[in-house]
């Protein structure tokens, strides 16, 4: 019973921000009215809130209105939602380029999530994954999110045992560490059957406006086809297209002296 009057009260906390939202401000008792509720209900479900600072009430009236701290959670998704509109259009042309899916992937606690995908013509199976979380020792876009983060949060990542997925996966810490100095140093990573046998993968980094590292893109088919002979070429056009999609975020780097 607690557990059902509890999604209650998430879900007329939501009412209150959606009525905000729609209205701009309102009273106690005019919430409470859109609630079917009773004043002393929706002034703590409002308090509640204010103390998030989801709300804030206004000077000298009981009336309130949407607060600051829905900006900081806009704040923590705007960016991947600007990095998929910006980077769709570069993925389907380096898609079109190399025949093989492209994708462009986010940090996510421990993982990575696909938000961008263009899916390429000599592509053997479409499969969709955006969406889809991966781990980020064995995958090229994961090495790039891992290589590019300060010493305390990639060690924080790296503090559990490495899954072994296939004969080729890094599961050494050490060894994925060395990996990644090297990642750094080259501006692109590679992972070769690591995350399944008989595919492979290129991805590198792509900036925001302050140069901080904030998404990979990157490119993946099978091995027959993406050699490791190939990567390295293959790493031309991925960075390449990396540094397009960093000028459209707004990063005034080095990428534009190329």
């Not at 390429?120 to 199976?125: E, P």
């Not at 050490?174 to 140093?185: K, Q």
């Not at 893109?217 to 190939?230: E, H, K, M, Q």
Request: negative net charge; hydrophobic residues 40%.
């Amino acid at each position: 019973m607690r557990d059902t009057g509890s999604v209650q009260s998430v879900d007329r906390a939501i009412q209150i921000l959606e009525m905000l939202a729609r209205d701009g401000e309102a009273g106690v008792a005019e919430v409470a009215r859109e609630l079917g509720v009773h004043n002393s209900t929706a002034s703590r479900l409002i308090t509640a809130l204010s103390g998030h600072e989801l709300v804030e009430r206004l000077a000298d009236t009981r009336r309130v209105r949407l607060g600051v701290g829905l900006l900081r959670l806009a704040g923590a998704t705007a960016f991947r939602l600007d990095v998929t509109t910006q980077a769709q259009p570069v993925c389907d042309t380096l898609s079109d380029e190399l025949g093989e899916t492209v994708n462009v992937a986010v940090l996510t606690g421990d993982e990575a999530i696909n938000v961008c995908q263009a899916q390429g013509t000599s592509a053997v199976a479409t499969q969709n994954w955006v969406g889809q979380r991966t781990v980020l020792h064995a995958t090229s876009s994961g090495k790039v999110l891992l290589a590019y983060l300060d010493d305390d949060e990639r060690e924080t990542r790296l503090a559990f045992p490495l899954d072994r997925f296939t004969e080729r996966t890094l599961t050494s810490v050490t060894d994925l560490l060395g990996e990644l100095v090297t990642v750094r140093e080259n501006g692109w990573a590679c992972a070769i059957e690591e995350l399944e046998t008989g595919l492979n993968a290129v991805a590198a980094p792509i900036r925001s406006h302050d140069g901080s590292v904030i998404a990979a893109i990157s490119v993946a088919g099978p091995t027959y086809r993406l050699s490791p002979d190939r990567l390295p070429d293959v790493a031309v056009a991925v960075v390449r297209a990396a540094e397009s999609i960093s000028r459209r975020m707004g990063y005034r780097g080095p990428a534009d002296e190329l």
